[in-house]
């Protein structure tokens, strides 16, 4: 394996002044450049894992695991010992994100590795989700949309949590991810978790609303509402292409629940019950982690819980209403961006059993993590895995990144 080194030459610490504007709060960014000219790292136009390596520096590895760069190192250390953080790629590899509960969102161009850190206070961020265009990332905090960060500059729009529409309710509900550059999919605040205003336990949801809003004017437009006195608790997930969202519930606590999984199309609105994946949504959990398959409509999720030994992985199709029973050796943590190979890790014991890498989460002190690559057939057959490091630590993939 060949190896090289590529030290941090710049920090961009971005120090943001809040200005209050209509019915959003926006910010600019006053940045601090140091003298020295950022190196940056050499072009390479293939598709590479990042992940995080030994003392929190970015390491990209070939998807043949012959060829690993050394990068920047990224300030994860967290005071609190053990915390958690998301983290991701743009669409176009050039950029990542990782927003943390102790430093904020950091931003990083992998092209000249320049840092933008967006502090806590400014930017509440518990996930988020890039633009399709790479110029902006929404996060979600607290099941809310919190802030869209225009990028590189770092100037954030924070629409108003006290907007409501006409039934009281906040417009500012929990961020699905983005229909096209200036529109986001969203729900009610309250809609998106059977939990009531608090944290209080609340009643079973019975309707699920999936709205249309524009980040210029924060405007809202319903796409459609699913409701069943049996849901229990529902949520979304976006295609790719922003094109069609799939609902599916789950069961919670000991309320009545009747399985469904529903297709939407986000522009006019049509439901589409698709019966044969309803019969093989589990109660439990229920379709508990996608990773959609990049310029297609079909989903890999996992099914059960690795803590009861039952885990499993199906291909879901949602526009024929088709599945199809895949085996991994590991957990499925991402395809690449052509789609055409997906990355698998394995940890220890303990995060294996909690399903490692889900959801692009990552625990500073976890790991070290092995990940891997595999291909499928036409049979949804993998190949035998290519072996890409032992060492990824804290999240087993940062994102795909390239730098032509």
Known sequence: MHRKRYQTVSLIVAVLLLVGCASHTTSTTSVQRPAATPQGLPSFSDWRVAYLGQNDHLEMVSLDGKTTLEGVHLPLSSPQGLAVFTAGTSPDGERLAISTGWVGLIYLDVRTEQLVILPRDVVDSNTFFWAPDGHAVVTDGDNKVSSIVALPAGAVTQPSAHEVDARGRFITGATYGWLDDTHLAVDYGEGHFPYTPGNQVGTPQTEADLLNMNINTGTLQPIAAITSATMAAGTFSLTPDGHEALFSNNDWRDFPFTPDVERVDTATGQVTSLPHLTSILPAQGGFNHFLWIP?????????????????????????????????????????????????????????????????????????????????FNASWQGSSPVHLTTKASQIPRVGFVHNP
């Not at 310029?295 to 890999?300: D, S």
């Not at 690795?306 to 991994?328: A, E, F, K, M």
Request: charged content about 15%.
């Open 295 to 375: 310029h297609t409509h079909l989903a890999l999720v996992t099914v059960g819980f690795p803590q009861n030994g039952d885990l499993g992985n199906q291909i879901l199709d949602i526009d024929r209403d088709s599945s199809t029973p895949v085996t991994l050796a590991g957990f499925p943590v991402a395809w690449s961006p052509d789609g055409k190979t997906l990355i698998i890790a394995r940890s220890d014991p303990t995060s294996n059993a909690n399903g490692v890498g889900a959801g692009d989460v990552g625990e500073t002190g976890s790991g070290p993590d092995t990940i891997t690559a595999v291909t």
